[in-house]
């Protein structure tokens, strides 16, 4: 089975880096699937998922701030801000932070703007779909 080496890095440390056969991310225009032997690519991501399948049928769930993802013809690069692991998520402290967000929205708070109240609410909502994600593949 042919693969594509996958790279996931965020402005902290790098997350993921290995082979994949399948690597689905959500860009500005909608899903993208990576497959071996995709064509050159380079696109903005926004706040959502990024799904590694690995030759060994294994799918690796990632919830990303938004980002850059870079296809060359044997590697797939994902840049992001900040990175987290599906299975890595503190479902209460996302729901705390979603929650200021949206006070901060509702309520135009001083101590955040506008945009990094959006930022952190996307972030909030993508963590939370990974996590759904997660529960559901556990389920199966």
Request: charged share 25%; proline share 4%; with cysteine.
């Amino acid at each position: 089975m042919a693969t594509i080496r996958c790279d996931i890095v965020s402005a902290e440390a790098e997350i993921f880096h290995g082979e994949a056969t399948l690597v689905v991310a959500t860009g500005e225009q909608g899903e993208l699937g990576i497959a071996p032997r995709h064509a050159p690519l380079i696109t903005r991501l926004k706040p959502g998922k990024v799904v590694v399948t690995q030759a060994n049928g294994e799918v690796l769930d990632f919830a990303i701030s938004g980002g850059i993802l870079e296809v060359q013809p044997q590697v797939v690069t994902v840049l992001a801000d900040t990175v987290v692991r599906a299975q890595d998520i503190d479902e209460a402290a996302v729901r705390a932070a979603m929650e200021e967000a949206e006070r901060a929205l509702a309520h135009k708070d001083p101590k955040m703007s506008a945009e990094e109240a959006q930022s952190q609410l996307a972030m909030s909502l993508a963590q939370l779909s990974a996590l759904e994600r997660l529960r559901k593949n556990l389920k199966h």
